[in-house]
Nanobody, 125 residues
Framework: VQLQASGGGLVQAGGSLRLSCAASGRSLSRYVMGWFRQAPGKSREFVSAISLTAGSTYYADSVKGRFTISSNSDKNTSFLQMNSVKPEDTAVYYC???????????????????WGQGTQVTVSS
């Protein structure tokens, strides 16, 4: 599975941005898709995830109520709608996925087998 992240850029604090993660032409209906971010000098942290089987969504406390994760009807693209962004949201954002099977920790990056390249999000104050 190849994942391609896009949609990053420069945005002012309080603004919005929408990130996309496209899979290589296949359905991910039995996958969990996640978003992680990594700021300079910090470790990669969980942002959000969606189970494309159950439709369940998960969020880090720092983005709950501001970010929304979703997928398209073909379940080959996931989206991260970022609203009311803050300077502390500045990071490289990565999309990732794993096939549902053995129970895994959905918020742990080591659970994910597939990763897209990062897309830079910069929030100016």
């Amino acid at each position: 599975v190849q994942l391609q992240a896009s949609g990053g850029g420069l945005v002012q604090a309080g603004g919005s941005l929408r990130l996309s993660c496209a899979a290589s032409g296949r359905s991910l209906s039995r996958y969990v898709m996640g978003w992680f971010r990594q700021a300079p000098g910090k470790s990669r942290e969980f942002v959000s995830a969606i189970s494309l089987t159950a439709g369940s969504t998960y969020y880090a406390d720092s983005v709950k109520g501001r970010f929304t994760i979703s997928s398209n009807s073909d379940k080959n693209t996931s989206f991260l709608q970022m609203n009311s962004v803050k300077p502390e949201d500045t990071a490289v954002y990565y999309c990732a996925g794993y096939e549902i099977g053995v129970p895994k920790r959905i918020r742990a990056p080591e659970s994910y087998n597939y990763w897209g390249q990062g897309t830079q999000v910069t929030v100016s104050s």
